[in-house]
């Protein structure tokens, strides 16, 4: 029998009581609901008023119900067989665990209140088997059954429909019509490559078939190989979805794709490049849910944290983040605007484009069509009153005046350049045309980051470093001389890792090397002052995570230049 869940107060009320929404945003809710007679508490989920966890842990006190963490539980298989993949997609139930011998089955509601799910569950699993409900976010179930239920029988059903003509319906979502079977080809693909951790997803035809391959952790990993006559169609697909041009093939586009998967937003920047065989298609994932992390959690030290926190202190100056494509910087940066977002601090940003979108800070997308570049957003924030600047990319020296000058009066400004270290950042900012005398005073500091893999804590075997081992990772002789390699198991794929973090070195700008920037001094001469004064570089916090087994020192010399240390 379903349980009596009914609420006692309205959930928005609930939430002032606790301090998490004020009484506008429960009116903006409210009036949403009118429009879309949805639950109040959902659409401030959407809005961005509170977080689906806070939503969930409060409705489950209201209800007299037992919380439940989706991404922390163990789910048993037993339970999975219980519940057929269209069953729990259509009434949002996740089964966790089954007990044969009481025949009882413990699976999380989105809505512990539905009797049209509770009693469908019931007449698909009998009378005999007790449920007993736990409460988890709406977003938590979709993307549950979607990692446990997996992607790769859909898309296999979706080929063998393609390639033999017959209907595959088991490939289409219970609830939903029947569609072609090239846009769910695509679309599976898409939401495979999310529920697998991809950065990247390329599209690349060669002569005798097209290759898929999904970058994750900052590899290349291959994942399916097709016949070339599915490309063409699958092409204008993906055209059509990031609003391309399908008539033109023999030019370079660009577009973006906005799409919910697995019950969360996931934006693709698209980009095709004509080549021999067809157009290439590389598909960067920009999945809001990963987008801002606590400065907390970026795996810093205790003394690189408080160190960027005192620079992230001052409140007039710029501070750039440095590092190749694909290092983590725009991770870093939201991270520390994240950090300083209050309701007294007026944070604007030009970015190329918006990859996260973050609330209560006024984001501009630099673009063509808006007629807006890095060096005239600039000017145009600088008279929006601002108290924090962000911009996107230092390119060119009009961009790097115009953020130096941000910087000159008054403002906290921060971006990014391409550099390989903190300290050759100053000779690229001279190269681009800014001079010492700009520079001297304006500096902050520089923080440039890599990105390396993380071993799999389950399968990662130790070992003995040789002589050579460590002197690359400056291990002392009376100091412990134990590594660790990757093997791979089937948690981490086969692969060995699991994960990436960061490496980091901080440079703070003091008086010191603000006389050296002056006299121009060479990126070798601003490191070899900065290291008497503590400064580590990427290689010494990249030994530390070697050294902790974070890592391996093949993954680390994959990522970092350890060739000076053998000298």
Not at 30 to 48: A, D, F, H, Y
Not at 109 to 115: S, V
Request: proline share 5%.
């Amino acid at each position: 029998m379903m349980p009596d869940l009914r609420l006692k107060r309205p959930i928005g009320e609930v939430l002032i009581d606790q301090g998490l929404v004020s009484g506008d945003q429960v009116r903006i809710a409210l009036l949403e609901q009118m429009k879309s007679r949805r639950p109040v508490g959902r659409l401030m989920v959407e809005l961005g008023f509170v977080a689906e966890p806070v939503l969930r842990d409060a409705l489950a006190a209201t209800l007299g119900l037992q919380p439940v963490d989706l991404a922390q539980v163990i789910v048993e298989p037993a339970a999975l067989k219980l519940l057929p993949h269209e069953l729990a997609r259509r009434y949002r139930v996740f089964p966790l665990s089954y007990d044969a011998a009481t025949r009882k089955l413990i699976a999380a509601f989105a809505d512990a209140r539905d009797l049209v799910a509770f009693d469908r569950l019931r007449a698909h699993l009998g009378a005999e088997v007790q449920i007993e409900p736990r409460l988890a976010g709406d977003d938590e179930i979709e993307r549950a059954i979607e990692h446990h239920y997996g992607h790769e029988l859909s898309i296999d059903g979706i080929l063998r429909e393609i390639e033999t003509g017959e209907i595959d319906r088991t490939s289409t979502a219970a609830g939903e019509a029947y569609s072609q079977p090239v846009i769910r080809l695509v679309a599976a693909l898409l939401a495979d490559a999310v529920e697998r951790g991809a950065s990247d997803l390329h599209f690349e035809p060669e002569q005798n078939f097209l290759r898929i391959r999904y970058r994750i952790d900052g590899v290349l990993r291959p994942v399916r190989s097709l016949h070339p006559s599915f490309w063409p169609a699958m092409a204008v697909r993906l055209k059509v979805m990031a609003a391309m041009n399908i008539a033109e093939s023999r030019a370079p586009q660009d577009g973006r794709i906005s799409t919910t998967l697995s019950g969360r937003r996931v934006d693709f920047r698209v980009a095709s490049l004509p080549t021999t065989h067809g157009e290439n298609f590389v598909l960067r994932v920009l999945d809001r849910q990963k987008g801002v992390v606590a400065l907390e959690q970026l795996g810093l030290q205790e003394v690189q944290l408080e160190l960027l926190r005192r620079m992230m202190a001052r409140p007039e100056g710029i501070i750039l983040i440095t590092g190749p494509t694909g290092s983590g910087k725009t991770t870093t940066l939201y991270s520390i605007l994240s950090h300083l977002n209050a309701e007294g601090v007026n944070i604007m940003t030009l970015e190329d484009p918006v990859e996260y979108p973050m609330p209560s800070i006024r984001q501009t997308s630099v673009s063509e069509a808006s007629k807006i570049d890095f060096a005239s957003g600039v000017r145009a924030i600088m008279r929006q009153d601002p108290d924090v600047i962000l911009v996107g990319e230092i390119r060119d020296e009009e961009t790097a005046e115009m953020a130096f000058r941000a910087a000159m009066t008054g403002h906290q400004v921060y971006s990014t350049l391409h550099t390989h270290s903190a300290a050759g950042a100053i000779p690229r900012l001279l190269d681009i045309g800014i001079v010492p005398d700009i520079l001297t005073g304006n500096i902050i500091g520089i923080v440039a980051q890599r990105l390396v893999r993380r071993l799999c804590p389950c399968c990662r075997q130790p070992y003995g470093l040789q002589e050579a081992d460590c002197r690359l990772l400056g291990i002392a002789p009376d100091e412990p001389r134990r590594g660790f390699r990757a093997m791979g198991c089937e948690r981490c794929d086969y692969q060995g890792y699991r994960g990436r973090a960061a490496i980091m070195e901080i440079l703070h700008i003091d008086e010191t090397l603000d006389e050296m920037i002056a006299r121009r001094a060479t990126a070798r001469e601003l490191a070899a002052a900065a290291r008497v004064k503590g400064f580590r570089s990427l290689a010494d916090d990249g030994a530390r995570l070697v050294c902790s087994g974070v890592t391996s020192l093949e993954e680390l010399a994959r990522v970092v230049d350890l060739t000076a240390r053998m000298a």
